[in-house]
């Protein structure tokens, strides 16, 4: 089996490789098996339309193979063999210096103008594809959670009021059942949610619930952000809903979130009042290291982690000067207080790849150190230990 790359402008096929097991596919690849490769192979020209290979008409102009002459080279045989005088050779050389750059100049220019091409063609074509489909809710919000009943309700009214049309929840086998909680909000929002018990044994708890959510759910929504219980969006512009800032965006299978980080404020125990209340201070430890996305599903593959995956020269991201900050960014209340933190630590990690130390605390609360008592723990991993 081989994969063709092929230009969607032309249709030419502009190379081919052989399908490995180690080979990165994405759903809208083009695979063509062994015995249809051999003229390819031979060197002939194709296109490929309508799902076929054909032969392009007539012969491939071959340009004669020149030697390239370095500037030293093409002086010393105008010199030589022309017999030019020095003026005239240096006058030469720099004539040949300044059309080579304007040849290299307008190549660029030709492959920059043939990139927006074909990025206009593929955003048409989604645009087409896009217009056909009929979905529940414009925009969703993803969550995995396990014992984390304190924090819920404030995260699910702060989101729905964004305007987000409806929440799933992937309850990681809660003590206390994530049930308990949405049962107490209004019938209006309980409608908007969506409980999924998810405590099996998994390989990679989160991702797999992600690509559970594509496989079951990515067919009832067009926009998604996958996030955490101690992550808020926030829109920093005026459009205030959700909604709206992502219609601008629809030409975009991504729009990259920046994170703005919390610490404890100083706090050593939990106390009854809402995160966002409780902690304002913000630090920049981890400042540009962590971003999560708002993704249209239904363009994507599967996930990676936390990471949506898919073939970026058919889906493009959008990410301005400013990381996209002057749209949106994600609130991170990362340690919450030192109490808080320890919890989070025993309660064990979702991600087998990413494992919370004890000590983190510290790094994101100096001003706390006189707690440290040079003990630490890691996270462990569900079940799997």
Same mark, same amino acid.
């Given at each position: 089996? &081989?994969?063709?790359?092929?230009?969607?402008?032309?249709?030419?096929?502009?190379?081919?490789?052989?399908?490995?097991?180690?080979?990165?596919?994405?759903?809208?690849?083009?695979?063509?098996?062994?015995?249809?490769?051999?003229?390819?192979?031979? /060197?002939?020209?194709?296109?490929?339309?309508?799902? #076929?290979?054909?032969?392009?008409?007539?012969?491939?102009?071959?340009?004669?193979?020149?030697?390239?002459?370095?500037?030293?080279?093409?002086?010393?045989?105008?010199?030589?063999?022309?017999?030019?005088?020095?003026?005239?050779?240096?006058?030469?050389?720099?004539?040949?210096?300044?059309?080579?750059?304007? !040849?290299?100049?307008?190549?660029?220019?030709?492959?920059?103008?043939? #990139?927006?091409?074909?990025?206009? +063609?593929?955003?048409?074509? *989604?645009?087409?594809?896009?217009?056909? !489909? =009929? %979905?529940?809710?414009?925009?969703?919000?993803?969550?995995?959670?396990?014992?984390?009943?304190?924090?819920?309700?404030?995260?699910?009214?702060?989101?729905?009021?964004?305007?987000?049309?409806?929440? &799933?929840?992937?309850?990681?086998?809660?003590?206390?059942?994530?049930?308990?909680?949405?049962?107490?909000?209004?019938?209006?929002?309980?409608?908007?949610?969506?409980?999924?018990?998810?405590?099996?044994? &998994?390989?990679?708890?989160?991702?797999?619930?992600?690509?559970?959510?594509?496989?079951?759910?990515?067919?009832?929504?067009?926009?998604?952000? +996958?996030?955490?219980?101690?992550?808020?969006?926030?829109?920093? =512009?005026?459009?205030?809903?959700?909604?709206?800032?992502?219609?601008?965006?629809?030409?975009?299978? #991504?729009?990259? /979130?920046?994170?703005?980080?919390? *610490?404890?404020?100083?706090?050593? %125990?939990?106390?009854?009042?809402?995160?966002?209340?409780? +902690?304002?201070?913000?630090?920049?430890?981890?400042?540009?290291?962590?971003?999560?996305?708002?993704?249209?599903?239904?363009?994507?593959?599967?996930?990676?982690?936390?990471?949506?995956?898919?073939?970026?020269?058919?889906?493009?991201?959008?990410?301005?000067?400013?990381? =996209?900050? =002057?749209? +949106?960014?994600?609130?991170?209340?990362?340690?919450?207080?030192?109490?808080?933190?320890?919890?989070?630590?025993?309660?064990?990690?979702?991600?087998?790849?990413?494992?919370?130390?004890?000590?983190?605390?510290?790094?994101?609360?100096?001003?706390?150190? &006189?707690?440290?008592?040079? #003990?630490?723990?890691?996270? /462990?991993?569900?079940?799997?230990?």
């Amino acid at each position: 089996m &081989y994969k063709l790359e092929i230009d969607p402008i032309s249709c030419k096929i502009l190379s081919f490789s052989k399908v490995l097991e180690s080979t990165v596919l994405y759903k809208e690849d083009i695979l063509i098996e062994d015995e249809k490769m051999s003229q390819i192979m031979a /060197g002939k020209r194709y296109v490929f339309q309508d799902g #076929e290979i054909r032969e392009l008409q007539g012969k491939a102009k071959m340009a004669a193979p020149r030697k390239h002459e370095t500037e030293y080279e093409y002086f010393m045989r105008l010199m030589v063999d022309e017999e030019l005088d020095m003026a005239q050779a240096r006058l030469a050389v720099k004539q040949r210096r300044a059309e080579e750059e304007a !040849r290299k100049t307008e190549a660029q220019e030709a492959q920059r103008a043939h #990139e927006e091409q074909v990025k206009q +063609f593929y955003i048409q074509k *989604n645009r087409e594809n896009d217009a056909n !489909r =009929n %979905t529940k809710y414009y925009s969703a919000v993803v969550m995995v959670i396990k014992n984390e009943n304190r924090y819920l309700r404030e995260w699910i009214e702060w989101h729905l009021a964004l305007g987000f049309a409806h929440i &799933y929840l992937y309850d990681n086998g809660s003590v206390e059942k994530v049930t308990d909680v949405i049962h107490e909000l209004s019938e209006d929002m309980q409608q908007k949610i969506t409980v999924i018990e998810w405590k099996e044994s &998994y390989e990679n708890l989160q991702e797999e619930a992600y690509n559970h959510f594509l496989e079951q759910h990515k067919k009832d929504v067009r926009w998604g952000v +996958f996030i955490d219980s101690d992550e808020f969006v926030r829109i920093t =512009n005026d459009v205030q809903n959700v909604n709206t800032l992502l219609e601008a965006m629809e030409d975009y299978t #991504e729009v990259y /979130g920046s994170f703005v980080e919390y *610490n404890a404020n100083g706090q050593e %125990t939990y106390t009854d009042a809402p995160v966002r209340e409780r +902690f304002t201070r913000t630090t920049d430890v981890c400042s540009a290291l962590y971003h999560k996305n708002f993704i249209q599903v239904n363009h994507i593959d599967n996930f990676k982690r936390h990471y949506a995956n898919y073939n970026p020269k058919k889906y493009f991201v959008f990410r301005n000067e400013e990381d =996209n900050k =002057n749209m +949106f960014v994600i609130d991170h209340y990362y340690t919450k207080s030192w109490e808080e933190w320890q919890q989070k630590i025993k309660r064990g990690s979702s991600d087998p790849g990413y494992r919370k130390q004890l000590k983190e605390f510290f790094v994101y609360n100096p001003d706390m150190k &006189y707690l440290d008592r040079g #003990e630490d723990v890691v996270q /462990g991993y569900e079940d799997h230990e």
